[in-house]
């Protein structure tokens, strides 16, 4: 299983932690875990490049782990407001999508948040 925690302050997203593995087919053809790798690489990505805000990750692939932390979605890290809004905006997309997703993949999968 998957599970995924969402860190909060105040109501707004700042970042993630995701571990283990779904389990839902034969490694290296997961397609749910290649789902979740993909959607998180987009959300680092987009973060560092589009937005152009430090994102910190660490990625333990012998413990299937990975730590996404975006600062600049608070405001005691950032002052551009716009660009807090918009990091916070696609870190809380990526925890309503995985929400959407437990639906059918509920044995797979655990998605929490926690205010931090």
Request: with cysteine; charged share 25%; proline share 0%.
């Amino acid at each position: 299983m998957t599970k995924f925690c969402f860190y909060k302050r105040d109501g707004v997203y700042f970042g993630f932690e995701e571990t283990g593995h779904a389990g839902f087919g034969e490694s290296g053809d997961d397609i749910l875990c290649a789902a979740f790798s993909a959607m998180t690489m987009l959300i680092i990505n987009a973060i560092e490049v589009s937005y152009a805000s430090n994102v910190e990750y660490q990625i333990d692939e012998e413990n299937a782990s990975i730590r996404v932390m975006a600062y600049g979605a608070l405001a005691e890290h950032e002052d551009d407001e716009s660009k807090r809004f918009a990091v916070s905006g696609i870190l809380q997309a990526y925890f309503l999508q995985l929400n959407d997703m437990l639906e059918e993949y509920y044995d797979y999968m655990d998605v929490t948040e926690t205010e931090a």
